[in-house]
């Protein structure tokens, strides 16, 4: 069963998902060389409980902190530690969340560390980004889950791998191991989200207002394959090429998608595809 919204509890999950912006912007000025993942996660925890938030990552299955931090090849499920430091060039996924009066946000992104990073990190960044926004911009009433699917492979299988040296790098590598959710009472709920169409898995629920999910594209350099470390939480790509994690929690409401989890409630980035976003409950 899907859980759907009513625009109050839209409203509770907005507040919560301002948090999680807030927590974007501090860990992302906190992400510099000689920093390390545990000084990120303490950022985080700080401003979860400025807001007077909880953490719906810390204690999550066990996971003992308050941010995921994935760094270069780690895909996501990243812990943080005082032994990863930040390097000049690195990039960085930090995945978090927050919980206001029981309602949940979600949201990820990637950070560059320092200068001078290659032009296809740069660009795989961009593609695993924009094709979030792809997926965004398909949560209109009357579309299903596949279209969402179909919007976000659409996108990133029409992106051109940049060229090193004289060489092609092929195709990005879409993760297939690990996808979006619903979201609501809970950080993860029905239905599971694919970034990618699967003939096995129908064309799923129709979106209707009040349906909320966390669209979250994961994109490789390489292969699409991952494997878990021993700390049973951390994810790598097999073939150790690095990748990309972007995420924001969405309501379908009458008006158009609302984005919970982006300051203005992804107004700006949906004009620019065409397509009206709601007015935020808080304004």
């Known amino acids: 069963m899907v859980q759907i919204k009513t625009p109050e509890q839209i409203a509770k999950?907005?507040?919560?998902?301002?948090v999680v912006a807030a927590i974007h912007a501090a860990t992302r000025e906190a992400a510099v060389p000689g920093a390390?993942?545990?000084d990120l996660d303490e950022v985080a925890r700080k401003v979860i409980a400025d807001h007077g938030a909880k953490s719906n990552f810390l204690g999550?299955?066990?996971?003992?902190?308050?941010?995921?931090?994935?760094?270069?090849?780690?895909?996501?499920?990243?812990?943080?530690?005082?032994?990863?430091?930040?390097?000049?060039?690195?990039?960085?996924?930090?995945?978090?969340g927050a919980i206001v009066d029981g309602w949940h946000g979600d949201a990820a992104y990637t950070a560059f560390v320092g200068?001078?990073?290659?032009?296809?990190?740069?660009?795989?960044?961009?593609?695993t980004e924009e094709s979030m926004w792809a997926g965004i911009a398909a949560m209109k009433t009357g579309n299903r889950l596949v279209d969402v699917s179909r919007a976000i492979e659409t996108y990133i299988k029409r992106q051109p791998r940049p060229a090193v040296g004289?060489?092609?790098?092929?195709?990005?590598?879409?993760?297939?191991?690990y996808g979006g959710h619903g979201i609501g009472t809970e950080m993860h709920m029905d239905p599971h989200l694919l970034n990618y169409v699967s003939r096995k898995r129908g064309k799923g629920p129709k979106l209707v207002p009040g349906f909320c999910l966390a669209i979250e594209p994961m994109v490789s350099l390489g292969t699409p394959r991952t494997e878990v470390l021993e700390d049973d939480w951390t994810v790598i790509t097999t073939d150790g090429t690095w990748s990309s994690h972007w995420e924001h929690s969405v309501a379908v409401t009458e008006e158009g998608p609302l984005v919970l989890t982006a300051v203005?409630?992804?107004?700006?980035?949906?004009?620019?595809?065409?397509?009206?976003?709601?007015?935020?409950?808080?304004?």
């Open 13 to 18: 999950m907005r507040e919560a998902g301002l």
């Open 36 to 38: 390390t993942t545990r």
């Open 60 to 96: 999550y299955g066990g996971f003992p902190a308050t941010i995921c931090t994935s760094v270069n090849e780690v895909v996501v499920h990243g812990i943080p530690d005082d032994k990863t430091v930040l390097k000049d060039g690195d990039i960085i996924s930090i995945d978090c």
């Open 115 to 127: 200068t001078g990073h290659a032009p296809e990190l740069v660009e795989l960044s961009r593609v």
């Open 166 to 177: 004289d060489h092609s790098l092929g195709r990005y590598g879409i993760i297939e191991d």
């Open 264 to 283: 203005d409630g992804g107004k700006a980035k949906l004009a620019e595809l065409g397509v009206t976003a709601a007015p935020d409950p808080l304004a």
